[in-house]
Every structure is written in structure tokens, then in C-alpha cells.
């Protein structure tokens, strides 16, 4: 394991790093904007006869792979890839955004764009990113998957139109990060006539922020937090080819839950095994109010391994019976901070109700929903469900 300090954020990372990058092959393992394929010229070759061999190379690395480009690409600025500053180890989250019509968005896009055009919202963005709200000062890079699958090589994206970024959008990604990673050939539009208003609202004349297009996020990669590691060639040019390696963020040592795990915080301890831990809650809502957690950091329910749940709702059944034969109990479990999560490590409640004025107080305002829209966002969570 190789252990970072990321501000007051103690992580622990895995020791073999996922490449998330496209090489510069000969032919291009993709192209972009109609721009001709790399050459790899021989100058020098064994099988002629030389003693050594020696190519020279033409590419374009905004067209033919992963690459790296600064505010140079977009400007008159002096600044380029050889004087940008950048870390080399640096925070980064995974995210993946839904995408839209350009007809269901009121967000700013260029001005010949076309409303079947396909665009990523700041709606969209900020859906799956206020679920790291508490972590925005540590994060360094956004990395925002598009394509629902791993990509399928050769591609050529050129006259394809693919998805791009809205102006509020990008505003909002450059707001929590200097450094962005896609998997699109832009975060503009092919043809914008020019507009860049993704590339001017995330640069926002900063000469230090970074985009990376072109990148390739595995099937195997989750959403979540990664260790980014990359070394940028320093080349007096706007765009560099780069690549990017990940490594997933495996626990948060400043958890609370995490060191009451590790018995650095003492607790009330009810039990424990290789996957699970049980304890009072200090606060109760009622006298026996236990907390039941897995013993693998997850923010959220959704992210926790399936062989944990497995073995914590076995355990939490065990616990609850206990209060059965008392009365009533309620089992609660918050994810986010609109549901009132308070500690960012799933947690189950059980609470033991021995009376109406103690444990949980439900205030429950039922809706009377539309039978029709009902139905229609049915079938929209069901398409959505993984397979």
C-alpha cells in the first residue's frame, strides 16, 4: 500500500496503479477533427543494416490520444506546458454525469449548436457532486466518465458530434477542481464556430488549470475517490500526450467510524466480526440506540462492497431481535446530507421505541402523485437499475 498526506486527509492507496490512458500508436488507436494520422518515419533502422534504430515522429496530441493542455491552447498567453505548475500526485474524483438534448437544457451552448445535440449539464454535474460536498477542499482533479462501457479501438470521433460540455457546467467543475480529466475528444462542441465556452468558463484566465481529453475509464473503475498520478512532458506547446494512472482511495483515516474500527476512538462495542462492527450510539434517540457498520469505508449505501452488506444486515437482524421482544424499533440509514448523514460512513440506526415521546419521530408528508407520472418514472429507475 502507498500512503498519502492530502492535506489533514490520510489515504491509503493500492500499490498497482490503472492506466487510464490512450497511447500514441502508429496507426492512432483514435483520431479526432479529421486531422491526419501520426507518422513514425524510420530514420534509422537494424533491419537495414544501421546499428541502431531511430524514428522520427510527427503527432498532433489533441487528435490522436490521451493529452494534457493548459490555457495556451485557448489564449495568447505565454504560458505553455513547460512553465505550467502542477502536482504530481494529486486528489481526484470519479464521477459519471447523465446526458442530455440540447432541447431539455436552458444552459448556455455554442451558437450553431443544434437542439440533438447531446450535452452534459451543470443539473447533471451537480446531481452526483453534492455528494461530495464535505471533501470539495481536498479534491485537486474531476475526472467525469461519459461512455456507459469501456471504448472499443480503433475509433474515429471525427464528424460524430460527441457530447459536450455546457458553459454553467464547466464554471461549476473549475469552481471545485484545477484540473479536469474526460473521456470526449473535447469539452466543447466539434464544430462550436469557435465559441470554446467550455474551455473559457473552466480556464476562466487561470494559468494553472489543466484539461485532459481523450482519457479511457475501465469498466473495473468506480465512482469514488482515486490517488491521480501524472508526469507531463515539458514541451514549450499548448497540449502534451499524457498519461494519467489511478489508484482507488482504499480507507479515509480522519473517519471517525473508520478509527473506531481501528480502536484508536474508544466505543461501547455490542460486535464485531471481519466484516462488521456494532456499537452504542453516544447520542441515543433511546437507550439501546446501536450503530452497525461495515468495516469498509463507504460514504453511501450504494457504494458499499456486496459482501459487506451480506454480512452486516445478518447482523443487524440478530441485534434488532433483541428490542422485538421489548416493543418496537425502527432501522434507519441516511445517505447524504439532505437525508441528515451526519458521519460520512454508512451507518445503520437501530432504535428501540419503548414509548411515544422517546426514539425516532417520523413527520411522514405523503404525496398524490400523478398515476401516469408515476408510472413513467417507474419504468425511468428501472431502466437505470445495473445490471
Not at 486528489?91 to 449548436?113: G, H, K, Q
Not at 470539495?136 to 471525427?158: G, V
Not at 434507519?332 to 426514539?359: C, Y
Request: glycine share 4%; charged share 20%.
Amino acid at each position: 500500500m502507498l500512503k498519502f498526506q492530502v492535506l489533514e486527509l490520510e489515504i491509503e492507496c493500492s500499490s498497482v496503479p490503472v492506466d487510464i490512458s490512450i497511447p500514441l500508436n502508429f496507426p492512432p488507436l483514435v483520431s479526432c477533427f479529421g486531422i491526419r494520422s501520426m507518422v513514425d518515419e524510420r530514420i534509422l533502422s537494424i533491419s537495414e543494416g544501421a546499428s541502431v534504430n531511430c524514428s522520427k515522429l510527427m503527432i498532433t496530441p489533441h487528435a490522436h490520444g490521451t493529452h494534457t493542455e493548459c490555457i495556451t491552447h485557448i489564449s495568447k498567453c505565454e504560458t505553455n506546458m513547460s512553465t505550467v505548475q502542477y502536482g504530481a500526485h494529486s486528489l481526484a474524483l470519479l464521477i459519471r454525469c447523465e446526458i442530455s438534448n440540447r432541447s431539455d437544457t436552458n444552459e448556455t451552448c455554442p451558437r450553431n449548436s443544434k437542439a440533438i445535440d447531446r450535452v452534459i449539464t451543470r443539473n447533471s454535474v451537480e446531481y452526483v457532486m453534492q455528494k461530495y460536498e464535505n471533501l470539495k477542499t481536498h479534491i485537486n482533479a474531476i475526472m467525469i466518465r461519459t461512455y456507459a462501457s469501456d471504448l472499443q479501438f480503433p475509433i474515429d470521433f471525427t464528424n460524430t458530434n460527441p457530447a459536450y460540455f455546457t458553459k454553467e457546467a464547466m464554471s461549476l467543475i473549475s469552481e471545485w477542481s484545477d484540473h479536469v480529466l474526460v473521456d470526449l475528444p473535447s469539452i466543447d462542441r466539434e464544430d462550436d464556430g469557435g465559441d470554446l465556452l467550455a474551455h473559457k468558463a473552466f480556464f476562466n484566465n487561470n494559468t494553472n488549470k489543466l484539461v485532459t481529453e481523450l482519457c479511457r475509464f475501465p469498466d473495473s473503475l468506480d465512482e469514488g475517490l482515486y490517488m491521480l498520478t501524472m508526469s507531463l512532458p515539458r514541451w514549450n506547446t499548448d497540449a502534451v500526450p499524457t498519461q494519467p494512472l489511478v489508484s482507488r482511495v482504499k480507507r479515509m483515516s480522519n473517519c471517525i467510524f473508520c478509527k473506531i474500527i481501528q480502536g484508536t476512538i474508544p466505543s461501547f462495542k455490542i460486535y464485531e466480526n471481519e466484516l462488521t462492527y456494532a456499537f452504542m450510539d453516544i447520542q441515543p434517540l433511546s437507550m439501546g440506540h446501536i450503530l452497525v457498520i461495515p468495516k469498509t469505508h463507504a460514504q453511501f449505501f450504494h457504494e458499499v462492497p456486496d459482501e459487506n452488506l451480506q454480512d452486516l444486515l445478518p447482523v443487524a437482524k440478530k441485534i434488532a431481535s433483541v428490542f422485538h421482544k421489548k416493543g418496537a424499533y425502527n432501522i434507519l440509514q441516511n445517505n447524504g446530507r439532505l437525508a441528515n448523514q451526519a458521519v460520512d460512513h454508512v451507518h445503520f440506526h437501530i432504535i428501540p421505541k419503548n414509548s411515544e415521546e422517546d426514539g425516532l419521530g417520523v413527520r411522514w408528508n405523503s404525496m398524490k402523485p400523478n398515476m401516469e407520472d408515476l408510472k413513467k418514472l417507474a419504468d425511468e429507475i428501472q431502466s437505470k437499475i445495473p445490471a
